[in-house]
């Protein structure tokens, strides 16, 4: 990572990118899934930053996109249509429409009504679209239950209920193809033994659907491969050998069935940080310290979404320690970092990194107090920083 000189007099915030560490994560994310002939779509919405996007596509990963907007984000980074992917449980009219005339890869459908929308939308413009079934297969992904998205009472997916239902109604549809079964059932998945239990579930219910005459091709088991934020720097590459291989060894496939993966967080995240400058030091009447920063929830919005937790540097050198809540300035009493938390004495004009934020970071962002937007620094050891 790079020397606190270097990115000394750069106006803050801003979110600091180690390209290295980017492409020593794709490179092990490709090696394993050429190992195993599996294919990996990037989950957009995780980072959609230009200069991660040119990364990604370098190493000829696919996209998995959650709305037309990303769709196109995709085709304009010059991504092969052919490898898009695109689910969302509210896709609308023009959004399918576009997506069909660029001829993606598949839609991962997410209801039954969405399945004669996305029909009637291919009946009109004349095409075939390529379908599969985002089924629920309720498995609890052990993970924070605002980023859950796999229990039977979750909005995502078609209930695994009502699948004989979904059946029918496919066969029905003149202009669709059922290619596949798509599942995701949430993020930050760091239990392995999770993914193991979603197997079981996966072949289950294809051999469900074969049975029923339906050939699947295309099976889909989505991302959340959890990383490590409270020691990014001891494990800055998350476990994808071990991840890759439950899914080999538990996910038998015919030779003409494909294996993918929507891998959003565990390849970005931990190239990310958050860099921002000490504004103030205050203390409560109850002695409470709190640090106050330029950085907010309006560039990292996960501690105050979820509880999250991001590993805090200061990268100022001082003697001694001491407990800190570490604040933004947004007017939200939710936009806090980190609370109570030991940290070297720190002053105002300090440095601090919030590790860990190359995910779900600079794509959150908003304007929340008409707060601009920050910029990107990008860092290889190479060119330095850029
Ligand atoms: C968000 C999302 C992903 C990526 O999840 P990560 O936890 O970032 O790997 C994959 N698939 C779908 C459908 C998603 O919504």
Redo the contacts with the bound molecule.
């Keep these: 990572m790079t020397e606190i000189g270097e990115i000394e007099g750069i106006d803050t915030p801003f979110y600091l990118y180690d390209i290295d560490l980017l492409r020593r994560t794709l490179q092990k994310v490709c090696d394993n899934a050429s190992r195993y002939g599996f294919f990996v779509h990037y989950?957009l919405?995780?980072n959609f930053e230009p200069r991660i996007l040119q990364e990604v596509k370098s190493f000829r990963l696919g996209t998995?996109c959650?709305s037309g907007g990303e769709v196109r984000a995709s085709v304009e980074a010059g991504f092969d249509p052919a490898g898009i992917v695109f689910?969302g449980v509210g896709k609308r009219d023009d959004e399918i429409e576009y997506a069909l005339e660029k001829g993606i890869f598949a839609f991962?459908c997410e209801s039954l009504e969405e399945l004669e929308v996305i029909d009637g939308i291919a009946a009109k413009s004349g095409r075939r679209a390529r379908v599969a079934l985002r089924i629920n297969p309720d498995v609890d992904p052990q993970t924070h239950k605002n980023i859950s998205?796999g229990q039977a009472d979750s909005k995502f997916g078609i209930a695994y209920t009502e699948i004989e239902e979904a059946i029918e109604r496919a066969e029905s549809l003149r202009n669709t193809d059922i290619v596949g079964l798509h599942f995701?059932i949430g993020?930050?998945i760091t239990n392995l033994k999770v993914f193991e239990y979603l197997c079981k579930r996966v072949v289950s219910i294809m051999s469900w659907f074969e049975g029923r005459g339906v050939k699947i091709t295309y099976v889909n088991v989505?991302?959340?491969?959890g990383i490590n934020y409270e020691s990014p720097r001891t494990e800055p590459i998350p476990d994808f050998d071990t991840y890759f291989r439950i899914f080999a060894d538990n996910l038998p496939l015919r030779p003409d069935q494909t294996l993918h993966f929507?891998?959003?967080?565990?390849i970005v995240a931990q190239c990310g940080a958050l860099i921002t400058k000490v504004l103030y030091n205050k203390k409560t009447a109850s002695g409470k310290n709190y640090v106050l920063v330029d950085a907010s929830m309006t560039e990292l919005i996960r501690p105050a979404l979820y509880g999250a937790h991001h590993h805090i540097e200061n990268l100022t050198p001082h003697d001694g320690t001491e407990v800190y809540s570490i604040a933004g300035g947004v007017c939200e009493s939710s936009d806090i970092f980190a609370r109570d938390i030991t940290l070297p004495v720190t002053e105002r004009g300090d440095l601090l990194a919030l590790h860990s934020a190359g995910?779900y970071g600079q794509s959150m962002a908003s304007c929340y107090n008409m707060r601009p937007l920050p910029r990107s620094v990008y860092y290889t050891e190479v060119d330095g920083i850029e």
Excluded: F, P, Y
């Design positions: 989950a919405k995780a998995d959650v689910a991962n998205t995701h993020s930050q989505g991302g959340g491969l929507e891998l959003g967080r565990s995910a």
